[in-house]
């Protein structure tokens, strides 16, 4: 086995769960989903779809309808992109590493931006790129990216600089001119910019447009810009198990994208697209009322995490996740097991997205029932307490 392989660090999410398996009484929030199934109209689209009988290989990068709605949906909220831009994949991560395989090398540097969702460093590292990491740093409880330096990290070496904004896991999201900074520096030194927009549309700050969503380089790039945009429909259509996504590149990587999406998994399922192109036919009426229940989530957790005297918690302003520290407890692998067996309560230790995030606790707060946080908080409190 290649030794970076078999260096890879296993997941210390799956470690706390795995803790806790077998134990009904925990309540988890340790994974990055919604405890909401998808919504129906989704699942019957890929049921016909069965029925129909669509079971076969279909065209490397997506049906061509759904690369043109795709494109629509990309279009009503950022500038104009035609569906030969869109690379459909076989959800969010499978995208990530197509667009990472298709454009950083051996030896080629990376430069990531962290506290990040550790697929993103271990991509890269799988290529035997040289992978930089880039933190972000901690001011009044929140993340804050010092954009000069970063910009003094990607030089004309840099190959490649990934960023995932709204993040994953501290709720940290570029701003419109961060975004027009880096791309005028990436312009300058032929850096490709990766930017991980997954959870662009569980955004709560300001919106303009019929569209909210968090501010996007799609926003501010031109067609031929080095700009890969990853997306899914994992988040915002609650679709995490279909593993469905999609990539939209420059026109002169298309080619190279769906050789590539040949070599990994050749194609997307039909039937599971059909139930992407179902999703994005009623965007517009589901996303909105999913943002809203998020945001009572977020609401009702917030505040609540914050009044506890020994945390420190910053509001995020997109994703799903609340990430805080508990003073005295530096340890967070231990203190999130601790967590599960004494508290009955789950959620992932910050070491798991890096050094950088240790002494830190990651909650997602996407959940049907608010209530469940509320409960989530007073077990977190009486933990404390023990
Ligand atoms: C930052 C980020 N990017 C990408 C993904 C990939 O999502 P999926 O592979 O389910 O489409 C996730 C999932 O948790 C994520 O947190």
Redo the contacts with the bound molecule.
């Keep these: 086995m290649r030794a970076v392989i078999a260096q890879l660090p296993a997941s210390k999410i799956r470690e706390v769960a795995n803790a806790g398996l077998g134990r009904g009484d925990v309540l988890a929030f340790w994974f990055?989903e919604s405890d909401e199934v998808t919504p129906s109209f989704v699942r019957e689209a890929a049921a016909e779809s069965l029925a129909r009988g669509e079971t076969f290989y279909a065209h490397n990068l997506g049906l061509p309808e759904l690369r043109e709605a795709i494109a629509r949906y990309v279009s009503s909220m950022h500038r104009e992109v035609p569906g030969a831009r869109i690379a459909v994949t076989s959800?969010?991560?499978?995208g990530?590493m197509i667009a990472m395989q298709a454009l950083a090398g051996a030896g080629e540097e990376v430069v990531v931006v962290v506290p990040?969702?550790p697929n993103?460093t271990a991509q890269p590292a799988i290529l035997g790129a040289e992978v930089k990491r880039f933190a972000l740093h901690v001011r009044d409880g929140a993340w804050q990216l010092d954009l000069p330096a970063l910009l003094a990290t990607v030089t004309e070496r840099t190959r490649v600089l990934l960023v995932?904004a709204p993040n994953?896991p501290t709720g940290w999201t570029l701003t419109r001119e961060e975004q027009r900074a880096i791309l005028a520096h990436c312009r300058r030194t032929g850096t490709w910019i990766v930017a991980?927009e997954?959870?662009e549309r569980l955004w709560f700050g300001p919106g303009d447009g019929p569209c909210p969503a968090a501010p996007s380089f799609a926003d501010i790039a031109e067609p031929e810009d080095r700009l890969v945009i990853?997306h899914?429909f994992?988040k915002s259509f609650l679709m995490?198990g279909w593993?469905l996504?999609w990539l939209v590149a420059p026109a002169e990587l298309m080619d190279a994208l769906g050789k590539l999406i040949e070599f990994n998994t050749s194609c997307a399922p039909v039937f599971v697209q059909r139930g992407g192109l179902a999703a994005l036919a009623q965007a517009e009426t589901f996303v909105p009322g999913l943002v809203a229940r998020m945001r009572v989530c977020r609401d009702t957790l917030l505040p609540r995490l914050a009044a506890l005297p020994e945390v420190t918690v910053a509001p995020p302003m997109g994703g799903m996740y609340a990430f805080f520290r508990v003073e005295g407890e530096d340890d967070s692998l231990a203190f999130a097991k601790r967590l599960v067996a004494d508290g009955g309560l789950g959620l992932a230790p910050g070491a798991a997205f890096g050094g950088e995030a240790e002494g830190w606790l990651r909650w997602c707060f996407a959940s049907r029932d608010p209530a469940r946080l509320v409960q989530g908080v007073e077990r977190l409190a009486g933990a404390l307490r023990l």
């Design positions: 990055g959800s969010g991560v499978s990530l990040v969702w993103l995932n994953n991980d997954v959870y990853a899914s994992s995490t593993r996504g």
